[in-house]
């Protein structure tokens, strides 16, 4: 959830905005209010939000100082400036030291949630710029690990990283003892696919299992796992290579080499735990090895998925898979493989973690021997979107599961409840729907956003209230939901064009 701070010195507008915001059903949350540029600096030190929504003219310091202060030390946090029209030039100083929007007093609920929207997609926006420098230090850390245990020349900057991640932790070595059993017609150029499908079998039996830990492949037929608990390293060995000889055919030698207290020595572990004859068996076929696989690029699709899915942006997750198909089309032969394997393991765990489809075992094997008998880039091209359009109408499947009757549901407990707080989080979950996609999905069946169809609710009840009632103004606002009467008397008036007062005047009999 986004966490916005709001600096005011009007105590009736901050505690009106705040409630507005708090019970909009958007995913931002108020986590703190100042009533001047001093107090706001100190809590933006305390509480470090997403957001500063600031007043221009407040005693103590103003909120161009406090923007150009916390602004210089802080630049990730985002300001929105609210201003009366006579402040409109230094509201152009505003926007000069950073500010993302601003606001003309008397802001309407509109104007506020228009410019929580555009905060929050830069928001997103960032938090992708984040996700892929993540997965550049994970491809770091690999590289660093891989060449610790060959003893290859390895950047220093990640050293201390690992050692703390590391150090205590279990040292698993898997090491697939043939890879052309009698029984199999595997060809030598197979071997990059059976290895990443090696390292997916593993990291599927480690989430299955609750198991945490760092799973590499080091080189030709060699996989490790160094895992953080202190039990259960036997089971993950018995039953990955029980899984990969049912599904693969694969023979596989696992066993847990040592504890490892200096990562330094991983090598000297590595080697020392290495079966003698099989590297005596391997050196004739070590040429057909192609560079270790990373699984990085395979979650990093898999989040990507679901992002889209989340948002309800089926277009944009549509596109997303046709861009990525013609970046394969781009590739080097030998790599397209790969990369349609990679594709075909993220589609398969987003399908079982968002979903909830459970890996088909059969299907790892079918669809290994056809992607294995394509001779060109057209054949690749035809499984891969096979692959897609499988994933795509289990996707379909799924929204129609979840999303037939969802809205109705909705809608009937806003009615039952209107009267209590209404975050739109809450809603979404009686229906059991992520709370983006839910407010997409509520768009798109009824027309009207989740905060508009609730204002229209309770003003509806309101209207039946003034007619039909002599209770106060004040009772019927906390009657339907509203604690500040004042806010009530607003919202009413932008949706009828007429005050409460006025309205029940000309209606009640």
Known sequence: MNRI???????????????????????????????????????????????????????????????????????GIEFIVITGYQDFQYAQTALRYGALDLLIKP???????????????????????LRKEQNEHQLLLEGTLRGIFLRFPYRQEVIAELVQQLTGSKLLLFQIMDYHPAH???????????????????????????????????????????????????????????????????SVRSHIVAEVSDITHLADLYEAGLDAKQVERERDDRSAADSPISSTRQHLISAQLVAYMVAGQVDLLKQYLSQWMDEVRGMPPKSRQIEALTLSFALQETSRKQLELEQESSYLTERMSKLQACANIHEIEVWMQAEIDRFLGSYEKWQDKYNGNAILKATRYMEEHYA????????????????????????KETGRSFIDCLIELRMEKAKQLLSNTDLKITEISGMIGYDLPNYFAKLFKQTTGLSPKDYRKSHQK
């Open 184 to 250: 199999k017609q595997y060809a030598k150029s197979d071997v990059p696919l059976l290895q990443f499908a090696v390292l997916n079998i593993i990291s599927e039996l480690m989430e299955q299992n609750a198991v945490t830990g760092k799973l590499l492949l080091i080189e030709y037929g060699r996989v490790v796992l160094l895992m953080r608990e202190t039990e259960g390293g036997e089971h993950v060995c018995e039953t990955a290579s029980e899984t990969i000889q049912r599904l693969l055919g694969l």
């Open 420 to 443: 209590e707080a209404l975050p739109l989080q809450l809603v979404a979950s009686q229906v059991h729907l992520n709370a983006t996609y839910f407010s997409h999905l509520f768009k």
């Open 5 to 75: 701070l709001l600096v005011e010195d009007e105590p009736l507008f901050r505690k009106g905005l705040a409630k507005m915001i708090s019970g909009s059903g958007t995913d931002w949350h108020v986590c703190g209010e100042a009533e001047n540029g001093q107090e706001a600096e100190r809590l933006i030190e305390q509480l470090q939000p997403d957001l500063v929504m600031t007043d221009i003219r407040m005693p103590l310091m103003d909120g161009l100082e406090l923007l150009k202060r916390m602004k210089s030390r802080f630049p």
């Open 107 to 129: 802001c309407s609920g509109q104007d506020i949630f228009e410019a929580l929207a555009k905060v929050e997609v830069l928001l997103l926006e960032k938090q992708a710029r």
